[in-house]
């Protein structure tokens, strides 16, 4: 009994010389360094305990390019992570900034030396180039004015015009600006932006309110009205893919069904779209109609003829599939007749040289209208006419008695130098004229009834001077 007792006192003294040398030694060792400072903020709370166990989610390190609408949160987030940090040296801290700038801010501490005593400097530019009270609320009260108006209902827009309003009144207000008593202004500024269906809405809900309403009850009823527009939204999505569900599954019973029909009749069939084949020239076998063709409308009168009667198409509208009988296309623009314009004989032809003559008119519709049915031949003369300076002109003439005015072409009328009178008329029947028939060419003055057989020199008697004349 008492060598045990002795046993344990020995113990007991041995462990307590031991406990007392091991807290020498703990109070003679150097103090561990402080950890690496972290952005993370994994490793401390609010109290300064330590929390291994937790690991909190990464906070990434804010970046601004300029824009003064971002410029306060970044401001207090950089400020609070990075700037006040007092374990981060001053090197650090501006390689951080130089990263969180974009744009024209990283402009302004370009001309910077990466050293620790130029982050100050970088610092206090960046602040005084950004945090300009007066910028500052211009840019959040544009902001205000500048949201998006609302073209039709939309719950996304309506909650747009919500958040819009709430961050540019929060920066406001930080900078000092009275907004508490803006309601009135903001609600006005607003309801500018809502489509006319929420506008009506809100004006219900403002004559069902004694007093003037507030922003709070304002954002309420966007929010409230939101989310219904969301759900009548989502309901109608749910009926319309039900519907299509359906319309799918009778739609895949009538292909089984047709499908077995087709097995049963050995033979299938397309029911939407039947292949049809491309327009093919007869001419030259381009997918197009033979009237387009310029190898076609490049041939004589009669070649035409006898390539469209060929080619079996219909000789009014030169299309295939039916006859000239059964066309219901305009017909040809000279004579009327049931058949194609470039199957017309008396247009005039182009000759072996060439040379086209296009006449350019100005015609003005009239009641009547002038049909060729037959071939008249003309009188043509040759003339010297004189300018007003007396020099005189080779001319040609076309004789016509039937005509009861006179024309001469504009041409003619430049190289004599006549006065010119702008008028709208209708003309008709103005064809080529030849002093020899068998060469194409124009003519340069139309001779009518008044001076025809005073060009003929035939003998003539007047009743009196400016009356009319007896043959």
């Known amino acids: 009994m008492l060598r045990g007792r002795r046993e344990l006192s020995e113990f007991e003294t ?21 950890p690496a400072p972290s952005l993370d903020g994994a490793r401390s709370s609010g109290s300064g305990c330590k929390h291994d ?18 410029w306060l949160q970044f401001r207090d987030t950089y400020i609070s992570l990075i700037h006040n940090n007092s374990s981060i040296s001053n090197i650090n801290k501006f390689h951080y900034l130089r990263a969180a700038l974009k ?19 970088a610092w206090q530019l960046l602040s005084e180039r950004y945090d300009n009270t007066r910028l500052l609320v211009n840019n959040h009260v544009q902001a205000l004015f500048n949201v998006e108006p609302i073209q039709r209902e939309s719950s996304q827009a309506l909650r747009n015009v919500i958040d819009v309003t709430n961050k540019n009144l929060r920066a406001l207000s930080s900078l ?23 506008n009506r809405q809100w004006e219900e809900f403002k004559n069902s309110i004694n007093s003037s309403p507030s922003l709070k009850q304002f954002t309420s009823f966007l929010s409230n009205r939101a989310d219904l527009i969301e759900t009548l939204n989502d309901n109608s999505k749910f009926v319309n893919k039900n519907k299509s569900s359906s319309s799918s599954s009778a739609t895949t019973i009538s292909s089984h069904q047709d499908s077995n029909k087709q097995i049963k009749n050995f033979h299938s069939t397309t029911k939407h779209k039947p292949f049809q084949h491309k327009n093919k020239c007869p001419m030259c076998s381009d997918a197009h109609f033979l009237f387009t063709c310029e190898s076609f409308r490049k041939l ?22 039916h006859s000239a009988k059964s ?14 314009t470039l199957l017309h004989r008396e ?22 209208s002038a049909c060729n049915r037959g071939i008249v031949l003309l009188s043509t003369a040759m003339a010297r006419v004189a300018d007003v300076d007396g020099n005189l002109h080779s001319a040609r003439l076309l004789l016509d008695n039937g005509s009861t005015s006179n024309f001469i072409t504009q041409d003619l009328c430049g190289k004599l130098g006549l006065v010119r009178r702008s008028t709208s008329s209708t003309v008709s029947g103005l064809q080529l004229a030849d002093p020899t028939f068998n060469i194409p060419s124009v003519f340069d003055i139309l001779v009518g009834a008044e001076v025809f057989w005073d060009v003929l020199g035939s003998n003539s008697i007047k009743l009196g001077e400016g009356d009319d004349s007896w043959m």
């Open 14 to 34: 041995q462990y307590y010389a031991q406990l007392s040398r091991a807290r020498e030694l703990l109070a003679a060792a150097p103090a561990p360094a402080a």
């Open 53 to 70: 166990f937790v690991r909190l989610p990464k906070i990434d390190l804010p970046h601004f390019d300029g824009d003064y609408q971002h």
């Open 103 to 121: 744009g024209s801010a990283s402009i302004i501490v370009q001309s910077l030396d990466l050293t620790e005593a130029n982050y100050d400097i």
């Open 176 to 198: 000092g600006e009275p907004v508490d008593n803006w309601d009135t202004l903001i609600i006005f500024i607003m309801t500018k932006k809502l489509d006319p269906s929420t």
């Open 300 to 321: 004589d009168i009669e070649a035409r003829i006898k390539k469209a009667s060929e080619s079996n198409v219909c000789m009014n509208c030169l299309r295939p599939g």
């Open 327 to 340: 066309c219901t296309l305009s017909h040809c623009k000279y004579c009327k007749y049931r058949h194609n």
């Open 347 to 368: 247009i005039f032809q182009e000759n072996d040289n060439g040379d086209n003559v296009a006449l350019s008119t100005n015609i003005i519709s009239s009641p009547t």
